[in-house]
């Protein structure tokens, strides 16, 4: 039996990006929608990216207009994740 050990990602949203694979859904909602951007610009899937980049963005959004104290270093961590993606 071959194993694949997944490295830097946690079970919940490697069976997202593997429901995503089989259904074209994307239960970002659910899961952690950073480490399922992350997972999905490893393994090549822009349109499930673009669809965290999306739920990411909106999530920020209302963090903003709710005026969450801690809403800039959430922001901020997305930044960074998301250049060190770009760049890799």
Do not use: W
């Amino acid at each position: 039996m071959l194993q694949i050990n997944i490295q830097d990602a946690s079970l919940e949203s490697f069976l997202a990006l593997l429901e995503y694979l089989y259904t074209d859904h994307a239960p970002i909602e659910e899961g952690n929608s950073v480490e399922i951007m992350v997972l999905a610009d490893r393994f090549c899937l822009p349109r499930l990216v673009t669809l965290c980049e999306l739920y990411i963005t909106k999530k920020v959004d209302r963090a903003v207009q709710k005026k969450v104290a801690d809403g800039t270093s959430d922001v901020i961590d997305l930044l960074f994740t998301s250049q060190v993606q770009r760049f890799k």
